[in-house]
């Protein structure tokens, strides 16, 4: 085998590898990203709506409707109201069609899917008191898809 032959099968096996790291390490990381801690501090029930977010708080049986006005492009109504230094679990739905639940400031993104629910959890810093995070449906849904937007606000 000459020395050219050599380098060539050196570089195919070193990719590879590298390749083979790669995937392994985010195999891992993929499982760590959808796991729901052990311990939740508070769960919101939200459901995606034509052209509006609902939260509901099973913890106090309340829900808060952020409506879309497409007269004048305005929402009204409420937020995702959450603790600073928390875990908050979400269950997303929606009623009508795919919506997708996106806080981009907290790395939040998930599907709402016509019946079925997703779970996921995140944490609230606890440096993000008085902060306001930007949610923004990024499933286009239809005619008001651009304005169904809300908020997460820490409290
Ligand atoms: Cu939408």
Same mark, same amino acid.
């Given at each position: 085998?000459?020395?050219?032959?050599?380098?060539?099968?050196?570089?195919? =096996?070193?990719?590879?590898?590298?390749?083979?790291?790669?995937?392994?390490?985010?195999?891992? =990381? =993929?499982?760590?990203?959808?796991?729901?801690?052990?311990?939740?501090?508070?769960?919101?029930?939200?459901?995606?709506?034509?052209?509006?977010?609902?939260?509901? *708080?099973?913890?106090?049986?309340?829900?808060?409707?952020?409506? *879309?006005?497409?007269?004048?492009?305005?929402?009204?109504?409420?937020?995702?109201?959450?603790?600073?230094?928390?875990?908050?679990?979400?269950?997303?739905?929606?009623?009508?069609?795919?919506?997708?639940?996106?806080?981009?400031?907290?790395?939040?993104? @998930?599907?709402?899917?016509?019946?079925?629910?997703?779970?996921?959890?995140?944490?609230?810093?606890?440096?993000?008191?008085?902060?306001? *995070?930007? @949610?923004?449906?990024?499933?286009?849904?239809?005619? *008001?898809?651009? @304005?169904?937007?809300?908020?997460?606000?820490?409290?």
């Amino acid at each position: 085998m000459d020395s050219t032959r050599k380098l060539e099968y050196a570089w195919t =096996l070193a990719v590879v590898a590298l390749l083979a790291a790669v995937m392994f390490y985010s195999t891992i =990381l =993929l499982y760590h990203v959808d796991a729901i801690p052990s311990h939740i501090d508070e769960y919101v029930e939200v459901t995606g709506h034509q052209w509006y977010w609902e939260f509901c *708080y099973p913890a106090n049986g309340t829900c808060a409707n952020v409506t *879309y006005n497409p007269s004048n492009g305005t929402t009204t109504g409420g937020a995702l109201w959450v603790h600073p230094g928390t875990t908050v679990q979400i269950n997303v739905t929606s009623l009508d069609v795919i919506h997708s639940f996106n806080v981009p400031g907290l790395g939040v993104r @998930i599907d709402a899917i016509p019946g079925r629910t997703n779970n996921f959890a995140f944490n609230v810093p606890n440096a993000a008191a008085g902060t306001t *995070y930007l @949610i923004q449906c990024t499933e286009f849904c239809g005619t *008001y898809h651009g @304005i169904m937007r809300a908020f997460v606000v820490v409290t």
